[in-house]
């Protein structure tokens, strides 16, 4: 459950950035085959898209540079002065995206809907990080905000509609990419038909898939010498289209071009918005990404590398067009010089794959982190990286946004058609992050005075970009909209039904006096062992413990409640994973163990989370008999509050337990005098047929300790001989369904929807790594 020792956690804040400018240019030099692949690749299709349809009368040097300086201004304003100059300072702990600010939102103002919450979560060191401050409890929005709580659900609906898009933005790109490049084949072979052209980029797509398994280590090494030498190549041949057509095409970087572009086109040009803006796809992913770098990075390699390149090749398109209005359809193409004609078109074609693989990648952790704010149903996640922590491959996802482009590229084969779907989903996004980013400034960063003029400003130009490209909805823009419909329906249907079963194990808590009743025998045979009971509540004893006494009367000697859950955070270091505590008296030899990670923290199967949970009781038994802050009176009523942080490092030095490993098959006779040969002969049967994977067996032995206490010596005793005797795992096999007086949309909610999904994604035990053979799984039913 703990990631693998030499794996680097990117956790890089832009506040404690590179001192040192080699590094810097070092980690600039890295983002270009990660971030950059996007929107370095929009030049393929910028002008084309935006000159079809009824800017077709239009056709004419005054619009040509009118357009450009559009683009101009429009990569001027968005990506560098706010993605750049402002954005990139809302990190998370060095984490960016949409779900980032959404996390520091549920911290500073209260906005998480995550359950199983608790004040020991806000003692996370990551948790603190940033302004510390609260909002006054006088301001206006705050209060108006705690009035309507339903406001809460609505912010989380409109983040998830913001990733919904993104997946939709995963589903486009690697279409609308490969399509562009290999139309220059169409340039140069004029006898190929369009029906080879989209049987090649089929081929492209589908390899580009099939590889994803593969992880992006394996071929990051290339992928920064591809974009690096795509965008010196546009830089080149940019500059050398501006000298040879047209020079006084520098001109038009003057914004009177644009009043002059709208005056001429009408609503025609307000209407191409929607294939300018094009032009700074791709720009969210340096906000996204700023967690595998730094900020300063991203910043050095957009403003000395990224901008200029991309400015001086659309300024060159258009000093090319403006001589060559004939040439609208293939610009890019049709302006590269015939000397170097193939290998830019190789390198074209390079490019679009990396950027297609770059928000492939983060369509992968979109998906793990709705999984991770309970929004999304469980899937595998294969780790495609033993030494960069983060880096991860969804089956299910990928092959469904394989499908889905396939369907796009074979149904519209036509870039300008996708091009508008495409548009639509990325503005979408960006609005989202405008929206989001004036919250942070009212809420985190006490700058509410500059949220107006920020929303004014950018929300405006993002408003007008937007409308354009919804007036293309009736031509293929509809394609991310129900996209996005339809993940939003999932992620909505999965969180109402996992919050409605939530709610019902919270109000059918096993009452705490009862088990104190039964005594520390708990009225059953305790039998040896220790019992891992796992369930989604941080407090209280699960309905499931009850249901299970009640038709098998008999129990492990220590029972261990395990909880695993989600912290607004993006990681919790391992020396703050363990939250352990008592449920009942010391007699009762009862645990709780909640086990915390953030959204962007995976769970890894190492094999060593019971050595870890053991040493960790073990360790809280020598807090507790020694810490202060356990010291008191023990009411009934405070058993199940008090927890513990147990550090690794502390489980590191501690010197309760003495740890030895083993060979699984070499088993003692005492453990197998606690045992039936029945049962050993079925496990050594079971490990036989898993030789593949390699088992070992940690042992515990007390350390001659005079001076520890005999309560707490014989308490460790017991842990120790329960841990030999065996660990079973006992989870619930839940049935949810909707009470007969619910109405008919809450039943096609429960009963259809999120019974579908519970029974076609990953179980429980699959995915938090339980291993078959030790588990226990009790039969309930969840009427909610």
Not at 97 to 119: D, E, K, V, W
Not at 178 to 185: E, I, K, P, Q, R
Not at 422 to 430: N, S
């Given at each position: 459950m703990e990631p693998e020792s030499g794996i680097s956690t990117p956790r890089k804040s832009s506040r404690l950035s590179w001192v040192n400018l080699p590094q810097n240019l070092l980690l600039a030099y890295q983002s270009f085959g990660v971030?950059?692949?996007d929107l370095s690749t929009s030049?393929?299709?910028?002008?084309?898209?935006?000159?079809?349809?009824?800017?077709?009368?239009?056709?004419?040097?005054?619009?040509?540079?009118?357009?450009?300086?559009?683009?101009?201004?429009?990569?001027?304003?968005?990506?560098?002065?706010?993605?750049?100059?402002?954005?990139?300072?809302?990190?998370?702990?060095?984490?960016?995206?949409?779900?980032?600010?959404?996390?520091?939102l549920c911290r500073h103002a209260r906005f998480s809907l995550l359950p199983n919450q608790q004040a020991a979560d806000e003692e996370l060191s990551t948790y603190k990080y940033g302004p510390s401050v609260q909002i006054p409890a006088s301001s206006p929005l705050k209060r108006f905000l705690d009035k309507h709580k339903r406001l809460r659900t609505t912010l989380l609906v409109?983040?998830?509609?913001?990733?919904?898009?993104?997946?939709?933005?995963?589903?486009?790109?690697?279409?609308?990419?490969?399509?562009?490049?290999?139309?220059?084949?169409?340039?140069?072979?004029?006898?190929?038909?369009?029906?080879?052209?989209?049987?090649?980029?089929?081929v492209i797509l589908v390899g580009?898939?099939?590889?994803?398994?593969?992880?992006?280590?394996?071929?990051?090494?290339?992928f920064a010498p591809i974009v690096c030498i795509w965008l010196f190549s546009i830089f080149a041949i940019g500059l050398y289209n501006i000298i040879s057509w047209n020079p006084k095409v520098v001109h038009a970087l003057s914004p009177y071009y644009i009043v002059k572009f709208f005056k001429e086109t009408g609503k025609e040009g307000w209407i191409s918005l929607g294939g300018i803006l094009l032009s700074i796809t791709g720009t969210e992913a340096m906000f996204a990404d700023i967690g595998h770098f730094t900020a300063f990075s991203i910043r050095l390699a957009f403003g000395c590398v990224v901008y200029p390149c991309l400015v001086v090749q659309y300024m060159g398109q258009a000093a090319f067009l403006s001589k060559n209005i004939s040439k609208i359809p293939n610009t890019?193409?049709?302006?590269?010089?015939?000397?170097?004609?193939?290998?830019?078109?190789?390198?074209?074609?390079?490019?679009?794959?990396?950027?297609s693989q770059a928000i492939i990648t983060a369509t992968f952790s979109i998906v793990k982190q709705c999984h991770a704010l309970g929004c999304f149903p469980r899937v595998k996640v294969v780790h495609t990286s033993k030494h960069i922590y983060g880096q991860i491959y969804i089956p299910e996802m990928n092959w469904i946004l394989m499908i889905l482009t396939l369907a796009i590229t074979i149904g519209f084969r036509d870039t300008t058609l996708i091009g508008n779907a495409y548009g639509l989903a990325c503005m979408t996004v960006m609005f989202i992050t405008t929206c989001l980013m004036a919250l942070v400034l009212i809420f985190v960063w006490q700058r509410g005075i500059f949220a107006a003029p920020f929303l004014l400003v950018f929300g405006f130009i993002e408003g007008v970009y937007l409308s354009a490209a919804l007036v293309k909805v009736p031509h293929a823009g509809w394609v991310p909209i129900m996209l996005s419909l339809v993940f939003m329906l999932v992620m909505f249907v999965w969180h109402y039904g996992t919050r409605k079963k939530y709610n019902f194990d919270l109000h059918n808590k096993v009452s705490l006096k009862w088990i104190l009743g039964l005594g520390p025998s708990l009225g059953i045979v305790r039998v040896p062992g220790i019992g891992l009971i796992y369930s989604e509540l941080a407090t209280g004893v699960p309905a499931i413990f009850s249901h299970f006494v009640t038709n098998l009367p008999a129990f492990h000697k220590v029972l261990v409640f395990v909880c695993v859950k989600s912290v607004p955070v993006p990681y919790v270091s391992p020396e703050e994973r363990f939250l352990i505590g008592r449920v009942c008296p010391r007699p009762y030899r009862m645990y709780r163990c909640i086990v915390r990670y953030g959204y962007k923290d995976i769970p890894r199967d190492d094999g060593d989370f019971e050595s870890l949970l053991i040493k960790s009781i073990a360790e809280f038994m020598l807090m507790e008999a020694v810490g202060p802050q356990f010291s008191g009176s023990e009411s009934l009523s405070s058993f199940d509050g008090r927890m513990a942080v147990i550090s690794s490092r502390s489980i590191e030095s501690t010197s309760s337990l003495v740890v030895t490993e083993e060979d699984n098959s070499e088993v003692s006779e005492a453990i197998q005098s606690s045992r039936s040969a029945t049962l050993h002969s079925l496990r050594s049967a079971y490990d036989d047929e898993n030789m593949q994977v390699r088992r070992r067996r940690v042992r515990f032995q007390l350390p001659p300790n005079p001076a520890m206490d005999p309560a707490v010596r014989e308490e460790l005793q017991d842990l120790v001989e329960a841990k030999d005797a065996g660990v079973a795992y006992i989870m619930g096999h839940s049935y949810v369904k909707a009470r007969r007086s619910s109405t008919f949309l809450k039943k096609l909610a429960i009963d259809i929807g999120y019974s579908f999904l519970r029974k076609n994604c990953r179980g429980p035990a699959v995915a938090l790594n339980i291993p078959h053979i030790s588990l226990i799984e009790v039969g309930m039913i969840y009427y909610v």
């Amino acid at each position: 459950m703990e990631p693998e020792s030499g794996i680097s956690t990117p956790r890089k804040s832009s506040r404690l950035s590179w001192v040192n400018l080699p590094q810097n240019l070092l980690l600039a030099y890295q983002s270009f085959g990660v971030v950059y692949g996007d929107l370095s690749t929009s030049p393929l299709y910028v002008y084309s898209s935006t000159f079809k349809g009824k800017l077709k009368d239009h056709q004419n040097e005054e619009a040509v540079l009118g357009v450009f300086s559009l683009i101009f201004w429009t990569l001027t304003l968005i990506p560098l002065v706010k993605y750049v100059i402002i954005v990139l300072s809302a990190d998370d702990n060095g984490e960016g995206g949409t779900f980032a600010l959404y996390s520091l939102l549920c911290r500073h103002a209260r906005f998480s809907l995550l359950p199983n919450q608790q004040a020991a979560d806000e003692e996370l060191s990551t948790y603190k990080y940033g302004p510390s401050v609260q909002i006054p409890a006088s301001s206006p929005l705050k209060r108006f905000l705690d009035k309507h709580k339903r406001l809460r659900t609505t912010l989380l609906v409109f983040v998830l509609f913001g990733a919904s898009m993104v997946i939709g933005d995963g589903v486009l790109t690697p279409a609308i990419s490969v399509l562009s490049s290999v139309s220059g084949l169409q340039v140069a072979e004029k006898k190929l038909t369009d029906g080879e052209l989209l049987l090649l980029a089929c081929v492209i797509l589908v390899g580009l898939f099939a590889l994803q398994y593969c992880g992006t280590h394996k071929v990051a090494v290339i992928f920064a010498p591809i974009v690096c030498i795509w965008l010196f190549s546009i830089f080149a041949i940019g500059l050398y289209n501006i000298i040879s057509w047209n020079p006084k095409v520098v001109h038009a970087l003057s914004p009177y071009y644009i009043v002059k572009f709208f005056k001429e086109t009408g609503k025609e040009g307000w209407i191409s918005l929607g294939g300018i803006l094009l032009s700074i796809t791709g720009t969210e992913a340096m906000f996204a990404d700023i967690g595998h770098f730094t900020a300063f990075s991203i910043r050095l390699a957009f403003g000395c590398v990224v901008y200029p390149c991309l400015v001086v090749q659309y300024m060159g398109q258009a000093a090319f067009l403006s001589k060559n209005i004939s040439k609208i359809p293939n610009t890019f193409y049709d302006s590269i010089p015939d000397l170097v004609y193939w290998p830019v078109f190789i390198v074209a074609t390079l490019a679009a794959i990396v950027g297609s693989q770059a928000i492939i990648t983060a369509t992968f952790s979109i998906v793990k982190q709705c999984h991770a704010l309970g929004c999304f149903p469980r899937v595998k996640v294969v780790h495609t990286s033993k030494h960069i922590y983060g880096q991860i491959y969804i089956p299910e996802m990928n092959w469904i946004l394989m499908i889905l482009t396939l369907a796009i590229t074979i149904g519209f084969r036509d870039t300008t058609l996708i091009g508008n779907a495409y548009g639509l989903a990325c503005m979408t996004v960006m609005f989202i992050t405008t929206c989001l980013m004036a919250l942070v400034l009212i809420f985190v960063w006490q700058r509410g005075i500059f949220a107006a003029p920020f929303l004014l400003v950018f929300g405006f130009i993002e408003g007008v970009y937007l409308s354009a490209a919804l007036v293309k909805v009736p031509h293929a823009g509809w394609v991310p909209i129900m996209l996005s419909l339809v993940f939003m329906l999932v992620m909505f249907v999965w969180h109402y039904g996992t919050r409605k079963k939530y709610n019902f194990d919270l109000h059918n808590k096993v009452s705490l006096k009862w088990i104190l009743g039964l005594g520390p025998s708990l009225g059953i045979v305790r039998v040896p062992g220790i019992g891992l009971i796992y369930s989604e509540l941080a407090t209280g004893v699960p309905a499931i413990f009850s249901h299970f006494v009640t038709n098998l009367p008999a129990f492990h000697k220590v029972l261990v409640f395990v909880c695993v859950k989600s912290v607004p955070v993006p990681y919790v270091s391992p020396e703050e994973r363990f939250l352990i505590g008592r449920v009942c008296p010391r007699p009762y030899r009862m645990y709780r163990c909640i086990v915390r990670y953030g959204y962007k923290d995976i769970p890894r199967d190492d094999g060593d989370f019971e050595s870890l949970l053991i040493k960790s009781i073990a360790e809280f038994m020598l807090m507790e008999a020694v810490g202060p802050q356990f010291s008191g009176s023990e009411s009934l009523s405070s058993f199940d509050g008090r927890m513990a942080v147990i550090s690794s490092r502390s489980i590191e030095s501690t010197s309760s337990l003495v740890v030895t490993e083993e060979d699984n098959s070499e088993v003692s006779e005492a453990i197998q005098s606690s045992r039936s040969a029945t049962l050993h002969s079925l496990r050594s049967a079971y490990d036989d047929e898993n030789m593949q994977v390699r088992r070992r067996r940690v042992r515990f032995q007390l350390p001659p300790n005079p001076a520890m206490d005999p309560a707490v010596r014989e308490e460790l005793q017991d842990l120790v001989e329960a841990k030999d005797a065996g660990v079973a795992y006992i989870m619930g096999h839940s049935y949810v369904k909707a009470r007969r007086s619910s109405t008919f949309l809450k039943k096609l909610a429960i009963d259809i929807g999120y019974s579908f999904l519970r029974k076609n994604c990953r179980g429980p035990a699959v995915a938090l790594n339980i291993p078959h053979i030790s588990l226990i799984e009790v039969g309930m039913i969840y009427y909610v």
